[in-house]
């Protein structure tokens, strides 16, 4: 089956400071979302992108198909954004999504 | 903004009782999933149903568990006889048809078996 990784698996940052996180997949995918869950364990859906760019706000995220990677950025970070965030791919066509490992970040006041 | 609803939030239970993790998905969709995260794991797809029929399900998803969608707005996960390992969060999800169908999750349910 696909594989997707996330790097980094651990990330700690200063409020303020921007950050790069990226999800890597082994095949061709129909469908990708990018997610945060937050310290309750709640998962928000921040960007559904299979490809192109998207921003909202602070956030922004890119997937490049063809290379088989997607990138989600995070600027002037504040505390709130702190929680672990996973991409999540389908290379099905039936959304049933395989989740990567995660990227846990703390941002620090 | 529409959001998919989950009961109990935590659910604790005793190894070999049947649990029933209830979802209420976003009014107008028509595809439901539901997925699982053993604490400190990734997140794993348990199954997914549409026209009140499981449409694909997983490895996981074996003959202790079952889905219904009882009526026009629930839709439920069963464990009939729990065991230690099943302790987890259960996330339901909900989308649109369509090509542009993101798909949103509910709170969780936190499952604890002892």
């Known amino acids: 089956g696909i594989q997707v990784e996330q790097s980094p698996p651990d990330l700690i940052l200063q409020e303020g400071a921007n950050s790069t996180l990226r999800c890597n997949f082994s095949?061709?995918?129909?469908?990708l979302q990018w997610f945060h869950q937050n310290p309750w364990g709640q998962l928000i859906n921040l960007f559904y992108?299979?490809?192109g760019t998207k921003q909202n706000g602070r956030l922004s995220a890119t997937t490049v198909a063809t290379e088989r990677y997607s990138l989600l950025y995070i600027s002037s970070s504040q505390t709130t954004d702190s929680g672990v965030y996973f991409c999540?791919?389908?290379?099905?066509?039936?959304?049933?999504?395989?989740f990567g490992t995660g990227t846990r970040l703390k941002v620090l006041a | 903004e529409p959001e998919v609803t989950q009961t109990p939030s935590h659910q604790v239970t005793q190894m070999g009782q049947e649990v029933i993790l209830r979802c209420v998905p976003i009014?107008?969709?028509?595809?439901f999933y539901w997925y699982r995260q053993i604490l400190g794991q990734k997140v794993e797809f348990l199954v997914s149903?549409?026209?009140?029929?499981?449409?694909?399900k997983s490895e996981i998803f074996d003959d202790q568990f079952s889905v219904e969608r009882p009526d026009g707005s629930n839709f439920t996960l069963k464990i009939r006889s729990t065991k230690l390992e099943d302790s987890a969060m259960y996330f339901c999800?909900?989308?649109?048809?369509?090509?542009?169908?993101?798909?949103?999750f509910g709170p969780g349910t936190r499952l604890t078996v002892t």
């Open positions: 999800a909900s989308r649109n048809p369509g090509p542009a169908g993101v798909q949103y």
């Open positions: 095949d061709s995918v129909n469908n």
């Open positions: 992108i299979p490809s």
């Open positions: 999540a791919v389908d290379n099905s066509g039936t959304y049933k999504y395989i």
């Open positions: 009014s107008n969709h028509l595809y």
């Open positions: 149903f549409y026209n009140n029929e499981i449409s694909e």
